[in-house]
């Protein structure tokens, strides 16, 4: 199965303290949303994926915001079962492709979603995207560029996401909005299995 159809809604999580991964995984995992990415933003994040690999493993999770090619690598030896990148630079994906796993490469234009399918990418990361253009953007793309499909993120809501997932080029969006930093503070999981309930009939 394609990453793009686990789940309507790919949840973003920052994770500073790695004991929340597990029940933060498992409490989306009850809501219906069985894939998460973990940015690679935190001390915490590595350890964090280790901890969902190992003890939540009907979750897929994946390794974010993967900037270095040692990123690659560190994510693979964690556990992580596929990789996203924001942007694409030759030496990220490089890396990225010699762990042999799923990845999601980030564009932000037309250049470099062409680049990426140069490359054999047909599934994109489309970042950031409210500020890159939207909904109106992949519209128009769709088009000169029907064999590519996206994951929309960055500053997509609960309001917004099934806008985009309308779309016949996009496969689910990235959020944040189902992994609150206020909910994971309180320890409030069931409120993320209520946001991740929401979130699967999106579909």
Request: net charge negative.
């Amino acid at each position: 199965m394609s990453l793009l159809d686990v789940s309507p809604v790919v949840p973003v999580v920052v994770i500073d303290d790695a004991e929340k991964a597990v029940p933060l995984a498992a409490a989306l995992l009850r809501g219906g949303v069985g894939i998460v990415e973990v940015t690679l933003r935190t001390p915490a994040a590595l350890e964090a994926i280790r901890r969902i690999a190992a003890e939540v493993p009907d979750t897929v999770v994946g390794a974010g915001t993967v900037t270095a090619s040692e990123h690659a690598a560190a994510a693979l030896a964690a556990g992580a079962r596929f990789l996203v990148t924001p942007g694409s630079t030759d030496r990220v994906l490089d890396a990225a492709a010699d762990t042999g796993l799923p990845v999601l490469p980030g564009a932000a234009t037309v250049t470099e979603a062409m680049r990426l399918a140069e490359r054999g990418y047909t599934e994109l990361k489309f970042f950031p995207a409210a500020a890159a253009g939207g909904v109106p953007f992949l519209k128009s793309i769709a088009g000169p560029l029907p064999d590519l499909r996206f994951c929309p993120t960055g500053g997509i809501s609960a309001n917004t996401a099934a806008d985009y997932l309308a779309l016949p080029n996009v496969g689910c969006v990235g959020g944040s909005w189902l992994t609150p930093a206020a909910a994971l503070a309180a320890d409030d999981y069931a409120e993320l299995e209520r946001l991740a309930g929401e979130a699967a009939a999106l579909r």
